[in-house]
């Protein structure tokens, strides 16, 4: 029983489901389109129905009559020329193309926002679809963009338009921001209440208008006044400094800092809101106490930031001490040098004593020749002596 029950209201929930989107959208009608154009500017609706030749097609609007029937804009019978209804009221900002698209110049909010059909009989069968037109002006941004560091203020954004309700939304860089919505009838309105703070100098507003797949964004950048902060020196480091070497001390502010950085009779480069000293030669071997001074003013109102810093000198190395070092460098060396010396030595000694051993073998030979041919000689004499007598 309890099955069967739960089969019957899952078939009416069903029923009841399928009859919902068939009454949403009657046979031959397709749903509407949502289409957004800007005050003064052309927006194009295109008929996406059949319009296959012979089509009847048809535009009609349901803006300018005050029961809201729709009136004729446009009928493709007999319209070889594709003219405009003459007795639209708004016929002259109308226009249709060989491709039925329905294109409306020069918008304005008062007149052309709402419905737009277009309707097409092919064969005796209808279509139609609906093109909701929503007209917008473009956002506006307001705000006074010349702060001082800590004021409060507002920043408003406000977009005029007639049909759907366009989304404003504020940001700081590209991160979103709080904002109140101030909105009345026909007018988009955000406002952000702002706490200004010296971070905010030269920083990027924007105000994004979304509506669908439009957008469209105003834009400002904050001017902040702010007294003298933030004093550093670039480059800090701990170990030694050399000769010639730079220190640039630098400070933010608005207006920009003057920097006084001393000893002053020391040589420096002056740019906005910094300067650079070079490490002279006459501190080698001292540590050397420099201190930055950056002062601004707003008003009649002056502020100055002191800070001190100690550096190390580290001493030049001269011609003598190049020398010296050259040499404990060549010194430490010397037990590698001493045996490559010994090494290269035998070498020598071993190639000495085998050229002399070759030599001494030669002249050995030579000597034994000399002897073997001196005894033929006396050989041969004797027995020419023996063939005389």
């Known amino acids: 029983m309890m099955n069967r029950l739960r089969r019957q209201l899952f078939q009416n929930f069903c029923v009841a489901f399928i009859f919902s989107i068939v009454s949403l959208t009657p046979l031959g009608q397709k749903q509407g389109k949502s289409v957004i154009g800007v005050v003064s500017k052309s927006v194009q609706m295109k008929c996406e129905l059949n319009v296959s030749d012979p089509a009847d097609v048809q535009w009609e609007d349901k803006v300018y009559n005050s029961d809201r029937n729709a009136i004729q804009i446009f009928n493709s019978t007999n319209n070889t020329d594709f003219a405009i209804n003459p007795l639209h009221p708004n016929n002259r900002s109308y226009e249709v193309n060989s491709e039925f698209t329905l294109n409306i110049i020069l918008l304005n909010l008062e007149d052309d926002a709402g419905e737009y059909i277009c309707r097409s009989n092919v064969n005796n069968v209808t279509e139609e679809q609906s093109h909701y037109l929503t007209v917008v002006d473009l956002p506006e941004c307001s705000a006074d963009t010349q702060l001082t560091d800590g004021q409060e203020t507002n920043f408003t954004c406000f977009s005029i338009y007639s049909g759907n309700h366009p989304r404003l939304t504020w940001f700081r860089g590209d991160t979103a921001i709080e904002s109140r919505d101030d909105s009345e009838t026909r007018v988009?309105?955000?406002?952000?209440?702002?706490?200004?703070s010296y971070k905010d100098?030269?920083?990027k507003f924007t105000c994004k208008m979304i509506l669908d797949e439009f957008s469209e964004e105003c834009s400002f950048y904050l001017d902040v006044t702010f007294l003298v902060r933030d004093?550093?020196?670039?480059?800090?480091?701990?170990e030694k400094y050399q000769a010639g070497e730079e220190i640039r001390c630098t400070a933010k502010g608005n207006p920009p800092p003057k920097i006084l950085f001393e000893p002053s009779t020391s040589p420096g480069k002056i740019m906005d809101g910094s300067k650079t000293i070079t490490i002279q030669k006459p501190w080698e071997g001292k540590d050397v106490t420099l201190t930055c001074t950056a002062t601004n003013s707003l008003g009649s109102k002056e502020h100055n930031e002191t800070r001190n810093i100690t550096i190390s000198v580290a001493v030049a190395l001269g011609t003598d001490m190049k020398i010296r070092e050259k040499l404990d460098k060549a010194l430490d060396n010397t037990p590698?040098?001493?045996?490559?010396i010994i090494t290269v030595a035998l070498v020598l000694l071993v190639i000495i004593i085998a050229v002399v051993l070759v030599r001494t073998h030669q002249q050995k030979q030579r000597q034994k020749a000399a002897k073997q041919k001196a005894a033929r000689e006396q050989e041969n004499g004797r027995k020419s002596d023996k063939v005389a007598v």
């Open 231 to 238: 004093l550093t020196f670039v480059p800090y480091k701990k």
């Open 188 to 196: 988009a309105k955000q406002v952000v209440h702002w706490n200004t």
């Open 201 to 203: 100098d030269k920083q």
């Open 336 to 340: 590698v040098v001493i045996g490559a």
